[in-house]
């Protein structure tokens, strides 16, 4: 089946530094990753549509200018977090697929701040 | 736009006894249904879904979900649980014309916590 690894899986760093998260679709073309970040215990919140080739299409209230992403292959997406921030701390999960058959996840990064 | 509403944000039940997890989803729009399951820490992973045809669906290990149109539910239930199923489940929706790539809306999810 479709496989999707998100690396790293878990990350610390220092406040203002900034933090990239990479999604790659291992055995199938992704023209369209999608990128959520959850907080605990609550749902997925959609961030962002990546997209191949073309601006990603960010969700109303996130920030572009600090949740950098870039979709330069059919076969990897990278979150970038600039300047992070404690409050910016989270469980980031990417996502690829088919469509139709619904979205293999990632397994998800989780990024604290300090 | 579509959304969803899951019922209960928690059902803790023993071991084999059923359990039912119940979401209802409101749109102007055909749709497609989906539950994800995730366990600590992880990414989600696809239980079953709901695309056309029969509107009973039935995954691997068990689980099945009823599409019922004309109370906008899909229910997800289980006859007998195992302490293996315990984790967070979400229901999802997904435009069936393929609007916004289709983009999924998530429910809030489900924590089921099976006790011995």
């Known amino acids: 089946g479709a496989v999707v690894s998100q690396h790293p899986s878990w990350v610390i760093c220092k406040s203002g530094t900034s933090v990239k998260i990479e999604c790659r679709s291992l055995?199938?073309?992704?023209?369209?990753m999608f990128w959520y970040r959850q907080f605990p215990k609550q749902s997925l919140m959609l961030m962002a549509t990546?997209?191949?080739?073309?601006?990603?299409?960010?969700e109303q209230g996130v920030e572009k200018d600090k949740f950098l992403i870039n979709h330069a292959s059919l076969t990897l997406s990278t979150l970038t977090v600039t300047s992070a921030h404690p409050e910016d701390s989270s469980f980031y999960i990417c996502?690829?697929?088919?469509?139709?058959?619904?979205?293999?996840f990632g397994s998800g990064t989780r990024l604290t701040v300090v | 736009a579509q959304s969803v509403t899951q019922l209960d944000s928690q059902v803790p039940v023993f071991e084999e006894a059923p359990v039912e997890l119940r979401c209802n989803y409101s749109?102007?729009?055909?749709?497609?249904l989906f539950w994800y399951v995730q366990y600590p820490n992880q990414g989600l992973q696809l239980l079953l879904k709901?695309?056309?045809?029969?509107?009973l669906v039935e995954s691997i290990n068990g689980f099945e979900a009823e599409f019922n149109k004309s109370q906008t539910s899909f229910h997800l239930r289980k006859p007998s649980v195992h302490i293996s199923d315990t984790a967070e489940y979400f229901c999802?929706?997904?435009?069936?014309?393929?609007?916004?790539?289709?983009?999924?809306?998530f429910g809030k999810g489900t924590l089921l916590t099976v006790n011995p």
């Open positions: 999802a929706v997904s435009e069936s014309s393929g609007g916004s790539n289709y983009k999924l809306t």
């Open positions: 055995d199938f073309q992704a023209t369209t």
């Open positions: 996502s690829a697929g088919q469509g139709v058959d619904g979205y293999t």
């Open positions: 709901y695309l056309s045809g029969s509107t």
């Open positions: 990546s997209n191949e080739g073309s601006k990603a299409t960010y």
């Open positions: 749109s102007s729009v055909s749709v497609y």
